[in-house]
C-alpha cells in the first residue's frame, strides 16, 4: 500500500467541487476533436501513459550566485526531498520517478532509500553525477576540469566518482548514468581544444566499460557557464560525436536551456532522432541563458514544436528511440512543488498538442510547398486547450483535477514547515 501524503478526503473534497465542469468541458472538447476524426479517450489514455521525472535538487529552493532565499520547509535530505517528489505524483500522477544528483544527495544506505521510495510508489530515473564542484573531503580539486582535467590522477578520481553513481543507481533501480561536467576554460589560450577533448574521451570511455549492460549513459552539452569562453562539450554536435565514439549504449541529452538564444532545437532533436541518438531531456524554460525556469512558462510554443519531432519519431517508429523525460529547474521564488506540478502538466500539456497534429495533412502541405497552410496544421494543434485532457487523465490515475488548488487546501507546505527547521539564506557573497 503506497503511503499518502495527501490526505485522501482533501483531495477528494476538491476534485468533488470541479467534477461537473470537467465532465462538462471534457465533453464538448470530445465532441469537437470527433468531428475531426480524433477520439479524446485515445489521447486521453497516451497522456496518462507520458510520465517525467522529478529532479530531487529541484524541490529544494534554488538560488542565483547572488543570493538564494529559503522558503518554509526546505526539505533537509534526500529523504524529505522524496517525500515532496511523492506529493507532486500523487496529485499529478505524472511523475512515478526521482533522478538523483551525487553528492548533493546523500545516499549513505541505498537499500534504505530504496524501501522509502518503494513506500511512497516512487522509482529512480537517471543518476547524476558532480564534478563540476568540489565535495567536502575530496583529494583533488576540479577548479581546472574534472574528467578532461591536465591531471591523470585528477581525472581518475572523476572517473571512480561516476562509477560510485553507478553502483548508487544499481542498488536503486536506476538504468541511466547522466554526465555534465563544467569543464573548459576562461580565456583564449588557456587549455588546448583538442587535447582536453581527447582527454575527455578517454575518461569517458573508462565509465563506459563500468555502465552495466541494461544501461544507458547520457553526456549532456552546455554552451558555457561555469567556463566563459570555451566548454569542452558545448553543443550538440560534439555531444553526437562523443555518442558515436563511446558506443550503443551512449546517448545525447538535450537540456532545453543550453543553447544559445534563438537556437532550433526541435531540429537538434530532430537530427538526433535521425541518428539514433536522441538520449532524453532536461525540460525546463529560459529566456536568456541557462534560466532554469518552469517548463512551459516563457516559450510554450517551443516547448510543442519539440513535442511535434518527438510525436513524429514515435508515429513513424523510429529506431532506437526511447527519450529519458526529466525536468531539470531552479525555482527561486515559488514554492519547489508548485512550480514541479505546474512543469509537468505543461510538459504533458505539450504531449498532448502534439497528438493533436493532423500528420497527413500536414504532410501533404510540406509535399506540395503549401507553407501557410503547413505552419496553420502545426497551430491549430497547439491553439487547442487540451487542459480537460490533462485533467481528466489525472482524475482517472487518482490525481487532482486541479493540482495546483488541491496542494494549496491540504497545507503539506505549513506542516512540514513545523517539522523541518527553518533555512538562513543571505548573500552568497561572491559577486
Ligand atoms: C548544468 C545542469 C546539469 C546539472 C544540473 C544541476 O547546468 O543542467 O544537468 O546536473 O544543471
Ligand atoms: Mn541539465
Ligand atoms: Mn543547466
Not at 570555451?230 to 560525436?241: A, E, R
Request: proline fraction near 4%; charged fraction near 25%; glycine fraction near 8%.
Amino acid at each position: 500500500m503506497t503511503e499518502q501524503k495527501i490526505a485522501a478526503g482533501i483531495l477528494a473534497a476538491d476534485n468533488e467541487k470541479r467534477g461537473n465542469t470537467l465532465k462538462a468541458d471534457y465533453e464538448a472538447l470530445g465532441d469537437k476533436l470527433a468531428r475531426g476524426g480524433i477520439s479524446i479517450e485515445a489521447i486521453t489514455d497516451k497522456v496518462a501513459q507520458f510520465f517525467v521525472a522529478v529532479p530531487s535538487w529541484g524541490v529544494g529552493t534554488g538560488g542565483t550566485r547572488f543570493a538564494r532565499f529559503p522558503g518554509q520547509g526546505e526539505p533537509r535530505n534526500i529523504f524529505d526531498k522524496l517525500e515532496d517528489c511523492a506529493v507532486i505524483h500523487e496529485l499529478t500522477r505524472a511523475t512515478p520517478t526521482v533522478s538523483l544528483h551525487i553528492p548533493w544527495d546523500k545516499v549513505d544506505d541505498p537499500k534504505r532509500l530504496k524501501s522509502h521510495g518503494d513506500a511512497l510508489g516512487l522509482g529512480f530515473d537517471a543518476m547524476n553525477s558532480n564534478t563540476f564542484s568540489d565535495a567536502m573531503g575530496q583529494e583533488r580539486s576540479y577548479k581546472f576540469g574534472s574528467l578532461s582535467h591536465t591531471d591523470a590522477a585528477t581525472r581518475q578520481q572523476a572517473v571512480e566518482h561516476n562509477i560510485e553513481c553507478i553502483e548508487i543507481g544499481e542498488a536503486l533501480g536506476s538504468k541511466a548514468l547522466t554526465v555534465w561536467i563544467g569543464d573548459g576554460s576562461n580565456f583564449p589560450g588557456q587549455s588546448d581544444f583538442t587535447r582536453s577533448f581527447e582527454r575527455y574521451l578517454d575518461s569517458m570511455k573508462a565509465i563506459y566499460k563500468r555502465l552495466p549492460g541494461d544501461w544507458r549513459i547520457f553526456s549532456e552539452h552546455k554552451m558555457y557557464e561555469p567556463a566563459f569562453y570555451s566548454t569542452v562539450v558545448q553543443d550538440w554536435g560534439t555531444n553526437y560525436l562523443i555518442a558515436t565514439e563511446l558506443g550503443e549504449k551512449a546517448f545525447c541529452l538535450v537540456d532545453l536551456g543550453h543553447h544559445a538564444p534563438n537556437v532550433n532545437i526541435e531540429m537538434i532533436v530532430a537530427r538526433l532522432i535521425q541518428f539514433k541518438k536522441l538520449g532524453g531531456f532536461h525540460f525546463n524554460d529560459s529566456k536568456y541563458g541557462d534560466d532554469d525556469l518552469d517548463a512551459g512558462s516563457i516559450d510554450p510554443y517551443r516547448l510543442f514544436l519539440v513535442f511535434n519531432e518527438l510525436v513524429e519519431a514515435e508515429h513513424r517508429n523510429a529506431e532506437n528511440f526511447h527519450p529519458a523525460h526529466m525536468i531539470d529547474q531552479s525555482h527561486n521564488v515559488t514554492d519547489p512543488i508548485e512550480s514541479l506540478i505546474r512543469s509537468a502538466n505543461e510538459i504533458r500539456r505539450a504531449y498532448a498538442q502534439a497528438l493533436l497534429v493532423d500528420r497527413k495533412a500536414l504532410e501533404s502541405y510540406q509535399e506540395s510547398n503549401d507553407a501557410l497552410m503547413a505552419s496553420e496544421t502545426l497551430k491549430d494543434a497547439f491553439r487547442t486547450d487540451v487542459e480537460p485532457i490533462l485533467a481528466m487523465a489525472r482524475l482517472n490515475a487518482g490525481g487532482a483535477i486541479d493540482p495546483i488548488a488541491a496542494y494549496r487546501s491540504s497545507g503539506y507546505r505549513a506542516t512540514v514547515g513545523k517539522a523541518r527547521p527553518a533555512v538562513a539564506g543571505g548573500s552568497s557573497g561572491i559577486v
